[in-house]
């Protein structure tokens, strides 16, 4: 039962992203918003293009580069972070389900003598690989998972979601916070600075649309 549960979540992970919706036309559309002076819109794109393809330099260069600009905090990445997050989510997602069967394969396989059971253990110590670093990945992944960007300029960041009272702070555009609730037209978020409060919805937008 988790075995198909997990299989699951990896195939919808490795499903083809819509017509569209590229590392290429994301980097494309990012690069358009920072020419036209919107940093918010160019973080945000340069961010999506970067979750399909961690490793491209020019979409990490042209990320510091609008940053920089904005007078924004440059981002700093673990160790961890790196290391797991360098390959394609997509790729990394169907090699979790080539594990998943090849763990299945082997534990099916026949027991009838000792080449056939150093075969399955091989196996199944090689499909188990393959899933922790899909694992590996998505823990990588997680905080981008529920991560956004500011897209409107002097956002302003009150202790209850309603559009009245002085703000607690504000937020600059192209900033990046951490969504953690919604309700109505607001939603909860956590600066980088450790602060929380409530910002008018269509203010921010989701790394993971």
């Known amino acids: 039962m988790a075995a198909g549960l997990l299989l699951g979540a990896l195939q919808a992970l490795a499903a083809p992203a819509p017509a569209g919706y590229s590392a290429a036309d994301l980097y494309n559309l990012a690069n358009s918003y920072a020419r036209a002076g919107k940093p918010g819109m160019a973080v945000l794109n340069y961010e999506r293009a970067r979750l399909l393809a961690p490793n491209d330099p020019d979409v ?26 360098t390959a394609s989510p997509f790729l990394l997602a169907w ?3 080539a594990g998943l069967i090849i763990v299945g394969a082997s534990v099916l396989a026949g027991r009838s003598s000792v080449r056939h059971r150093r075969s399955r ?8 690989c393959m899933v922790s670093l899909t694992i590996c ?10 991560a ?4 409107v300029a002097a956002t302003p960041v009150r202790v209850s979601p309603v559009p009245m009272g002085d703000a607690l702070f504000t937020l600059a555009e192209g ?10 037209g607001f939603t909860l978020i956590r600066a980088r600075s450790g602060r929380s409060g409530w910002v008018p919805k269509a203010n921010v937008a989701p790394i993971a649309p």
């Open 121 to 128: 253990r091989a196996g199944i110590l090689l499909g188990l």
């Open 175 to 184: 900033e990046t916070v951490k969504l953690t609730g919604v309700h109505e």
């Open 148 to 151: 956004g960007v500011v897209i």
């Open 60 to 85: 990490e260069a042209n990320l510091r580069f609008v940053r920089s600009s904005a007078h924004l905090p440059a981002e700093t990445r673990s160790t961890f972070d790196r290391v797991a997050g």
């Open 95 to 97: 090699l979790g389900i």
């Open 137 to 146: 990945n998505g823990i990588a992944l997680w905080p981008k998972l529920h």
